[in-house]
């Protein structure tokens, strides 16, 4: 759609607003933005779709939260819920000031390494990822189609989490698998919570008072989910999560690095299927499997009343982490900061202190007292003149895929209202 003057009896509107969709398998999470200051018109979720009792809440940015329980049976009908919702605020998708919707897409594979629009191509390329994340793809493409059928004029962009790590040099993206193996199936380390790691390390720079392209960063984003990245001057070098997310760091339910052949083992001597392992690796693993909570708080306050297997779980999930934070420093060579981010890495004082504990040789410690203040804002947590900054910077996924999509689209939406 092209810029230009409105016609008679109409004002000229320019589409601000980005509707960011995060589609689940049984739910779907949303955020309104208005592009113009970044700003929050209203957020919400719908779980437990296809349910009897479906949970719907909404919280308008101006007005009251709204929660309510009733059935919602798919994916469609939870969209015209948000719909609704929307509406009712004067916020609705047929809107003139809607300029696009974001889609968070888990996979992008070896050919999407930007926020695309979606066409009927690009969803059937999409499609053929499915293999590549099978618990997610589904998902994002039913989000995708019922957007579209909502509003089939706007433009729906696939924001993928694989994107941010296509920079990645094929020293670091390739296994030491045969090639033409390797090759047929797709099989190389693609990387995930791409929309993080891009929005962190990007913020982790103005904190330095910085350009992107002048620092070298480690991002830990340390959620339910966990992954390191590389990034030297805002590209991505390398990351821990590979073909899928299940490679790198101790997560809450995943293992993380295993030797391959963990799972030979498995199938040959413990008689398990393919899809047990996967099941295992995957749900009941990481925290979970080694002490039965994948919550950071409730193991911390376990360890605190001397519980041994959460002190333990603690010890292996740390131990990982610092080996990742020495590995990319050697990939890096100069690291100008280590910024922690998501739900542990924003809130645990005690994982960042022990994940740098004994690095300071390497220029990288925490200040005490720094790191104890809680905040939601960048912050640095490293003592004053570190030769290497260590920072918390809580991550905002929604606001990087809303500003990724904008910036595809945004500048033409200017319509006739
Ligand atoms: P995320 O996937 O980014 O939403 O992170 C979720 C995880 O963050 C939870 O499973 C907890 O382990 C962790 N978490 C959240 N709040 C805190 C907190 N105050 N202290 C320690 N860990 C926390």
Avoid: W
């Avoid at 980005?18 to 113009?36: A, E, P």
């Avoid at 594979?109 to 059937?124: I, M, N, R, Y």
């Avoid at 797709?186 to 982790?204: E, K, L, M």
């Avoid at 910085?210 to 830990?220: A, G, H, R």
């Amino acid at each position: 759609m092209t810029a230009h003057a409105p016609s008679e009896g109409t004002q000229a509107v320019t589409a601000t607003r980005v509707l960011v969709l995060n589609s689940g398998s049984s739910s779907v999470k949303y955020q309104l933005l208005d592009m113009r200051d970044s700003s929050r018109l209203a957020t919400g979720l719908v779980e437990r779709i296809g349910e009897r009792a479906s949970r719907l809440v909404h919280t308008p940015a101006h007005g009251e939260r709204r929660e309510r329980t009733e059935q919602v049976a798919d994916h469609a009908a939870a969209l015209k819920a948000v719909a609704e919702e929307l509406r009712q605020d004067g916020l609705g998708i047929e809107s003139p000031e809607l300029a696009a919707f974001g889609h968070r897409v888990v996979h992008g594979g070896p050919k999407f390494t930007e926020p695309t629009v979606v066409d009927d191509d690009v969803l059937a390329e999409i499609e053929r990822l499915v293999p590549l994340a099978p618990l997610h793809s589904p998902a994002n493409i039913t989000g995708i189609r019922t957007a579209r059928a909502l509003r089939p004029d706007l433009p729906q962009v696939a924001v993928f989490d694989t994107a941010f790590h296509a920079t990645m040099p094929e020293s670091a993206y390739r296994y030491a698998v045969d090639v033409r193996t390797a090759d047929a199936y797709d099989v190389r380390r693609y990387g995930f919570h791409g929309t993080s790691h891009a929005y962190v390390s990007r913020r982790a720079a103005e904190l330095l008072g910085k350009d992107p392209s002048e620092v070298n960063v480690i991002v830990l984003h340390l959620g339910n989910g966990a992954s390191a990245s590389a990034v030297a001057g805002g590209r991505c070098v390398d990351t821990s999560m590979g073909l899928t997310p299940l490679e790198g760091l101790v997560m809450g339910t995943r293992s993380g690095d295993i030797d391959p052949a963990v799972i030979f083992h498995l199938a040959r001597v413990g008689g398990m299927s393919v899809d047990e392992i996967d099941e295992l690796l995957n749900k009941r693993s990481g925290l979970t499997g080694l002490c039965g909570d994948n919550d950071m708080r409730e193991i911390r306050r376990r360890i605190d009343a001397g519980d041994a297997a959460a002190r333990l779980a603690f010890d292996i999930y740390i131990h990982r982490l610092k080996k990742y934070i020495g590995a990319y420093t050697a990939v890096l060579g100069r690291v100008d900061a280590v910024v922690f981010t998501a739900g542990v890495g924003e809130n645990a004082a005690e994982v960042r202190e022990a994940a740098v504990a004994g690095l300071d040789t390497l220029g990288i410690a925490v200040d005490a007292g720094r790191n104890t203040v809680r905040s939601d804002v960048p912050r640095l947590v490293s003592p004053d003149g570190s030769r290497v900054a260590v920072a918390v910077v809580p991550t905002d996924e929604e606001l990087e895929i809303a500003r990724q999509t904008f910036a595809l689209v945004g500048e033409d939406r200017t319509v006739d209202a």
